[in-house]
């Protein structure tokens, strides 16, 4: 006999040997159940002839685990899976509110692509499930499931800005005390209309080539802005030449790295002097591009949005005194400075009205960030109003101060 055919012989008869072992476990097996109650079909279960080589330990786990109920599957509808699916939805759009005691999320890029990931999933089950009741018939189920989905979309999403500390210095409509403060400040002579602003734009010594761009294009979308170089003048110097020729506001413009990253604000003759950081920018040529106009003598309409705060108040008023109070709404552009977690925003559009109803923007630039360092009382003078300490005064993610 080859050794080909012993080997044969020998696997036969291991599958035979198996075979026997296996039918004698499961008498075994149905002996022990008929025998007696639940704790001695464990002991049976779990003894030393079956399992010689399990430790006391790992026959108490194997006990426990015996020991435990088997549940049979819950079988949930496609509306209750809808459902579910739905509450998920919610969760995303409109979060509860973390806890204060949470840590910081460092990368916030990548989380907020995996949540517009998983939104996307949730959505599509929930329009597949649609479907599914849809062909079974079932209308007032998927009735019930459209209506949820609408309220959804209605929800306001759960941001920074919504979720903001309450402040005591926020401003309500119609503040009487604030109204009164208001007349009597450095801007009310503009506000009531009793002088035209005329604006001076310098910049520091030696300027590049993005810092003169820059320049330009805010000269180019401010009225009466002139721009002139400082010659190696001190700040004090320019600011009493500045008042002598009759500017009412001066712009000195930082750079740093060879691009601006500074704006200074001097309201004369008496203050007051913010100092904002200077971030994103990009002139006129470089986001208008194909539609760019260049020059245009048309005053711009000016939008101060969500200066919610005493100091936030007087910072829009002091931005929106650059302006000429009376805008030329012919030309139809806008200047805009929108307020976002302490960080300004400033766009330029132009509109044009396709019908009744719509209307188009065209961004003409420049466009760039500031971001309030400190506020001064006097012109470049005098004692702070406020200052920025980041690491004193922002406790908090939600706490903001414009």
């Not at 691009?259 to 986001?287: C, D, Q």
Request: positive net charge.
């Amino acid at each position: 006999m080859g050794r080909r055919h012993r080997h044969v012989q020998y696997e036969k008869y291991e599958k035979e040997e198996n075979n026997k072992k296996k039918r004698k476990r499961k008498n075994d097996d149905s002996d022990s159940d008929s025998e007696d109650d639940g704790d001695s079909d464990m002991d049976s279960d779990v003894s030393d002839e079956k399992f010689p080589t399990l430790t006391k330990k790992e026959k108490k786990m194997a006990k426990d685990i015996l020991s435990r109920p088997v549940q049979a599957p819950v079988m949930k509808s496609i509306a209750e899976l809808a459902r579910e699916k739905l509450r998920k939805l919610e969760q995303m759009v409109h979060p509860a509110k973390p806890d204060p005691g949470s840590k910081k999320i460092k990368n916030g890029q990548v989380l907020k692509r995996k949540q517009s990931k998983a939104k996307r999933l949730l959505i599509g089950q929930i329009r597949r499930l649609r479907k599914r009741l849809k062909r079974k018939g079932k209308f007032d189920e998927l009735r019930e499931i459209m209506e949820e989905e609408k309220r959804l979309t209605k929800l306001e999403p759960r941001t920074l800005e919504s979720t903001r500390e309450a402040d005591e210095t926020t401003v309500q409509e119609n503040d009487e005390e604030v109204e009164q403060e208001e007349a009597l400040d450095a801007f009310a002579d503009y506000y009531n209309k009793l002088y035209e602003p005329r604006i001076l734009v310098t910049s520091s010594d030696n300027p590049h080539k993005a810092t003169v761009s820059f320049i330009r294009d805010l000269c180019r979308i401010i009225p009466n802005a002139e721009a002139k170089w400082r010659n190696r003048a001190s700040i004090k110097k320019t600011v009493k030449n500045a008042k002598a020729n009759g500017f009412t506001d001066l712009i000195f413009i930082n750079e740093d790295k060879r691009m601006p990253n500074g704006l200074l604000l001097i309201h004369l003759p008496e203050g007051p002097t913010a100092l904002f950081r200077v971030s994103n920018t990009r002139v006129g040529k470089s986001v208008a591009k194909k539609h760019y106009i260049g020059d245009t003598d048309h005053r711009p309409e000016v939008i101060l949005n969500n200066f919610t705060t005493r100091l936030g108040r007087v910072v829009g008023r002091m931005l929106g005194a650059i302006f000429h109070y009376d805008p030329e709404f012919k030309g139809r552009r806008v200047c805009t400075f929108h307020n976002q977690r302490d960080y300004i925003f400033f766009r330029h559009h132009r509109y044009e009205f396709r019908n009744q109803q719509k209307v188009n923007l065209k961004e003409m630039g420049p466009r760039f960030t500031l971001r309030l360092q400190w506020l001064q009382q006097g012109a470049f003078e005098g004692d702070f109003e406020w200052n920025l300490k980041r690491h004193d005064m922002e406790t908090s993610r939600r706490r903001f101060f414009l």
